[in-house]
């Protein structure tokens, strides 16, 4: 039972990752009909805003240290940050210690206005074009985009160290009543689960309960009635774009610190998001959060030793198979609507 | 209107005639080398292969620093390096056997493929003597593997599985580099001594050659202690979070996690690892510690504060104190402005090394090189006395067992060396069983 307990809670976080991601590439696919390829890459930049923030932070100028050699036996250069020259130690370091957090309130206008430009710049001159172009385009912008970032940061992870409060892990196997260490969580992945809670609900009450979500969903549903109402729906589709970029950049900011971020991040989730998107349901924002906790729950459970034992490399391929599964059963995905990629 | 008639007859004739005519470039240039890509001018090329895309780009971009140092020195530029502390005084600055060395490099993405593919346009197209570089065991041993048909040389670069001079050995092939075998025996000891006789250790294991040979290495010197492992779990090279993986270890038993990854993995699994809280457990009564057998600093770089404390071995450091060491990492400090890593050592001391054999020999003639490498004992080079062991062309050296350090100087004090493991050691029989198989074959010139 315990060790059932413990795949869940590990699906739970890359699920949340999954769903954030593929939420995204369904708001895309649904508002603009674009397949968007370098969504991984806008998760991936977001993360890189998180290590930015933590480089700013710690600008620091350089005093000599005689008594100490640096590796060619000359006086150590000392690093001093500035924020904690400036604020003092305890409010300086704070800032440094809490730069994750504070990443995400800088990441949202960074990330919009990326996504705005990524539209506005690119993906707009490919609406009239066929599907694999759309994909073409913008595999390459992800290529172009992890090549930059690779340029600046270099190819090795760069690690964005969660806040000192939040390292650690709890034990759910004392609170649940089993023994000690049978059910560890770390405290900072049950934080990225309640964060992707909150940005999930967010999404979903202002396209519910606002009247541009709700212009934006009925263009969802039928654009073109919707522009001969004379509401200019492509600017709002737009804004959703930037929106879309917005929830992956946070998303990147907030998984900084369970993996170190390198340039490649992007990638290794992007074709799953994909296969979440799909099993979800093209264009279906609750099937979307669906089959990413869904997925990454199975996916956890694949990595199991008893399960790999019974089947070898059952982990790399369950969620294709579960997708294979839900497509031969359900084509449209488990919440598909009609109509969507079918013409 | 004309009529073409192809006859048997015809056929034949013009095929034999078309035939003799195509081999007769061949005939002629087969006679004129003695060997593949024979220098005819004032120069030599080298071909340097190593991961300048892909996850490892990191560390190809420091050994290619290191290579064009040793191309620098080699040809009398700089401040000479460790030719001034190499006992061999064969190399002069003038080049290598009076030729200007010139050299090319490749892109092995981290991909065997790639890396093959990579070799084999700098022997065939820019004529290159002498293959190194890569930063990954099945790299290496692919390249290997071309070279080898090839007929030319190829220096290993950063490779660590035991089957590269190994069950996969091959007689063109040289490794500086130590091997698995050589960090399992220096670290059985230290770890014994550090954590006690009676612990119960749990593997994760890079799922490819040199995650394998690692992994068996460590149960048996572990073991040999008086450990017992609790389990060995293979992990894909793809995987990214290893929380899955990381999970059930406190679950199992164990009291020590031993992390066989390297790279990006091993900057993730420990991560998650301490994420996970690992470190700050008790379990069988005694606190849970977490092993990395093969370390980088580059890689510690990634991991961050993670490292810290954390015991595991490595190749060489800069801040060995040996006159070798010092002089290169002056050369190197000052040339780009910070330390090289052990990469960047290697890779340096492969290219002096083949440079001084080819002298030695007094030819480019890769059974000439060979012969003059097989057997061949030197010092100076940072590593102490070495051997490079005729029976595999594997290097005996002594092996650093180094641990995370807790409060680092700056950004590249990251590690601190705890113990030097004598080569008597870590030296073992050309015939051990995690070494046999395959056989190292005769040397091929090529041509």
């Known amino acids: 039972m315990d060790a059932i307990i413990l795949q869940v809670l590990n699906g739970l976080d890359k699920g949340s990752a999954y769903a954030l991601i593929a939420l995204g590439l369904t708001l895309i696919f649904g508002t603009l009909g674009v397949v968007n390829f370098a969504h991984g890459a806008i998760f991936m930049i977001g993360a890189f805003v998180a290590v930015t923030l933590n480089r700013l932070l710690s600008l620091s100028y350089v005093t000599l240290d005689p008594s100490q050699k640096n590796f060619?036996?000359?006086?150590?250069?000392?690093?001093?940050?500035?924020?904690?020259?400036?604020?003092?130690?305890?409010?300086?370091?704070?800032?440094?210690?809490?730069?994750?957090?504070?990443?995400?309130?800088?990441?949202?206008?960074?990330?919009?206005?990326?996504?705005?430009?990524?539209?506005?710049g690119l993906i707009k001159h490919f609406y009239h074009r066929p599907h694999a172009d759309q994909i073409l385009v913008t595999f390459g912008l992800a290529i172009v985009l992890q090549e930059i970032i690779k340029a600046f940061y270099g190819a090795n992870p760069i690690p964005a160290p969660a806040p000192e409060?939040?390292?650690?892990?709890?034990?759910?196997?004392?609170?649940?009543?089993?023994?000690?260490?049978?059910?560890?969580?770390?405290?900072?992945?049950?934080?990225?689960?309640?964060?992707?809670?909150?940005?999930?609900?967010?999404?979903?009450?202002?396209?519910?309960?606002?009247?541009?979500?709700?212009v934006v969903r009925a263009g969802m549903a039928d654009r073109e009635t919707v522009g001969l109402l004379g509401i200019n729906i492509d600017r709002r589709f737009t804004i959703m774009f930037g929106i879309a970029a917005a929830v992956a950049g946070v998303a990147g900011v907030m998984y900084a610190p369970i993996n170190s971020p390198n340039y490649h991040m992007g990638m290794?989730?992007?074709?799953?998001?994909?296969?979440?998107?799909?099993?979800?349901?093209m264009g279906s924002l609750p099937g979307a959060v669906l089959a990413g906790f869904l997925l990454g729950i199975v996916e956890s459970f694949a990595s199991m030793n008893e399960i790999k034992s019974i089947i070898p490399g059952i982990d790399q391929i369950i969620i294709y198979l579960i997708a294979i599964l839900i497509l031969l059963t359900r084509p449209r995905g488990l919440m598909g609507r009609a109509g969507v990629m079918e013409d | 209107?004309?009529?073409?008639?192809?006859?048997?007859?015809?056929?034949?004739?013009?095929?034999?005639?078309?035939?003799?005519?195509?081999?007769?470039?061949?005939?002629?240039?087969?006679?004129?080398?003695?060997?593949?890509?024979?220098?005819?001018?004032?120069?030599?090329?080298?071909?340097?292969?190593?991961?300048?895309?892909?996850?490892?780009?990191?560390?190809?971009?420091?050994?290619?620093?290191?290579?064009?140092?040793?191309?620098?020195?080699?040809?009398?530029?700089?401040?000479?390096?460790?030719?001034?502390t190499f006992s061999s005084k064969a190399l002069k600055g003038n080049g290598i056997l009076g030729k200007k060395v010139q050299f090319v490099t490749g892109d092995t993405q981290t991909k065997s493929d790639a890396a093959r593919a990579s070799a084999k346009s700098m022997i065939e197209k820019d004529g290159a003597i002498m293959i190194t570089g890569g930063s990954s065991s099945g790299v290496a041993i692919a390249t290997q593997g071309l070279c080898q048909d090839a007929g030319v040389i190829f220096m290993a670069g950063l490779t660590h599985s035991n089957d590269t001079t190994g069950k996969d050995k091959k007689a063109n092939g040289f490794r500086h580099f130590f091997n698995a075998y050589m960090s399992a025996a220096a670290l059985g000891p230290v770890l014994s001594s550090a954590y006690g006789k009676d612990r119960k250790f749990y593997m994760l294991t890079a799922d490819y050659t040199w995650g394998w040979t690692q992994a068996a290495s460590m149960k048996a010197f572990l073991e040999h202690e008086g450990w017992t492992m609790v389990k060995d779990v293979r992990t894909p090279l793809a995987t990214t979070d290893f929380s899955s993986y990381i999970a059930p270890v406190l679950n199992s038993g164990a009291d020590v996690l031993i992390l066989n990854h390297y790279g990006g993995n091993m900057v993730n699994s420990l991560t998650n690892a301490v994420n996970f809280g690992l470190r700050d457990k008790t379990v069988n009564g005694k606190n849970f510690e977490i092993v990395v057998p093969l370390y980088s600093r580059l890689m510690a770089k990634g991991a961050g504060a993670n490292v810290k404390g954390i015991l595991g071995s490595t190749n060489w450091h800069w801040s060995l104190q040996d006159a070798g060491t010092k002089a290169f990492v002056k050369s190197f400090g000052t040339k780009y402005g910070f330390p090289p890593s052990q990469a960047a050592h290697t890779v340096y001391c492969q290219t002096l090394l083949y440079a001084d054999a080819c002298e030695r020999a007094g030819t480019f003639n890769p059974c000439g090189v060979g012969e003059a490498l097989q057997g061949f004992q030197f010092d100076g080079l940072g590593n102490g006395p070495v051997l490079y062991r005729a029976a595999d062309h594997q290097c005996f050296k002594d092996v650093l067992v180094v641990r995370g350090k807790e409060n680092p100087s700056s950004e590249f004090d990251l590690l601190e060396v705890v113990q030097k493991t004598p080569v008597d050691k870590v030296t073992y029989k050309p015939d051990n069983p995690f070494f046999k198989g395959g056989a190292l074959g005769q040397c091929n010139p090529g041509a």
């Open chain 1, 268 to 281: 290794d989730f992007l074709v799953l998001s994909f296969v979440v998107v799909v099993v979800g349901g």
């Open chain 2, 1 to 84: 209107m004309s009529k073409s008639i192809l006859t048997r007859r015809g056929l034949l004739k013009t095929g034999a005639i078309a035939g003799a005519g195509l081999a007769m470039p061949l005939v002629f240039s087969k006679g004129a080398a003695a060997y593949t890509n024979e220098p005819k001018g004032g120069s030599v090329t080298l071909g340097f292969n190593v991961p300048q895309s892909g996850p490892y780009a990191d560390e190809g971009g420091d050994e290619l620093r290191a290579y064009k140092l040793a191309v620098e020195h080699l040809n009398g530029g700089g401040d000479g390096g460790m030719l001034n």
């Open chain 1, 165 to 214: 409060a939040f390292r650690g892990s709890f034990d759910f196997g004392v609170w649940l009543g089993f023994r000690p260490n049978a059910i560890i969580y770390p405290y900072w992945r049950m934080v990225y689960f309640l964060f992707s809670g909150i940005v999930i609900s967010g999404v979903f009450a202002f396209l519910r309960f606002t009247t541009f979500g709700m």
């Open chain 1, 72 to 120: 060619l036996g000359q006086p150590l250069e000392v690093k001093n940050a500035y924020v904690v020259s400036w604020f003092g130690d305890s409010f300086g370091n704070g800032l440094i210690n809490w730069s994750v957090p504070i990443a995400i309130v800088v990441s949202i206008p960074v990330m919009l206005a990326l996504g705005f430009a990524m539209e506005r």
